[in-house]
């Protein structure tokens, strides 16, 4: 029997809730705090922090920690205002460290 096909998805490396969808990934080129990470439109099953604004490599923005629903596990942070102008597209977007997601059934 065939196995039916649903969406790829990213799960938090601690407890396997699902975080993410393979789909909403914009770009796998940016800089996390343990290394790579990656830009997502959109994130489920997510806590967000309070805002704070923190000087990255690209400029001063106003971010928020995020973390697993579930356990509570870092995941990367979630882009509330960018005060440079080329960087405004990040707004509303979320950063998942790679070594804190891992790819679920694919």
Known sequence: MAQAIGPRLYSCCNCRNHVGLHDDIISKAFQGRTGRAFLFSHAMNIVVGPKEDRNLLTGLHTVA??????????????????????????????????????????
């Not at 697993?68 to 995941?75: I, Q, T």
């Not at 990367?76 to 509303?92: F, I, P, V």
């Not at 979320?94 to 059934?105: L, N, R, T």
């Open 65 to 106: 920690d995020i973390s697993c629903v579930d356990c509570n596990e870092p995941l990367g942070w979630k882009y509330e205002r960018a005060y440079e102008t080329s960087q405004k597209y990040k707004e509303g977007k979320f950063i998942f460290e790679k070594a804190k997601i891992v790819k679920e059934d694919w």
